[in-house]
């Protein structure tokens, strides 16, 4: 019998890290929650103890010419806090360029008013499910 196994985008912020998850049939990429650097590795093994996790897609902050910098160290930190967590879950990087202007356009076209569009949480989120969907269009 198959075992159907998620798979977790991830937003890191300088506050917050956004999360989304796959359906188990991995077809659907929806926003999970925004969360702490500090609530970010419960929430996540709260994730896992529901199914299990195939892999991280992480959101690679590169500069607009395409290249690496503090961002990118931040995110690198997180990497190896994610390894050390969950030694046997892949992770892959996922150029995440233009997202939050994506997450905003997104919230835009559902009709979501202005002052909801304002929370950077609401935002991240979003952007983590849209990192995970590139992924997704990309892989599958």
């Not at 929806?30 to 093994?45: L, N, R």
């Not at 979501?112 to 990192?131: N, P």
Request: aromatic letters at 6%; charged letters at 25%.
């Amino acid at each position: 019998m198959q075992e159907y196994k998620r798979l977790v985008g991830i937003d890191v912020g300088t506050k917050r890290i956004g999360i989304a998850q796959t359906d188990l049939l991995r077809t659907i990429a929806s926003p999970v929650g925004t969360f702490s650097h500090e609530e970010v590795i419960p929430a996540i093994k709260n994730i896992a103890s529901s199914a299990s996790i195939e892999a991280f897609i992480v959101g690679w902050p590169l500069t607009t010419k395409g290249e690496e910098g503090k961002a990118t160290n931040r995110v690198n930190e997180f990497i190896n806090r994610l390894k050390k967590q969950f030694p046997n879950v892949s992770i892959h990087k996922v150029d995440e360029r233009y997202t939050s202007v994506e997450a905003k356009n997104v919230m835009v076209q559902a009709g979501i008013s202005k002052k909801r569009r304002q929370q950077k949480e609401r935002v991240d989120r979003i952007a983590a499910a849209l990192i995970l969907q590139r992924y997704m269009e990309s892989n599958y």
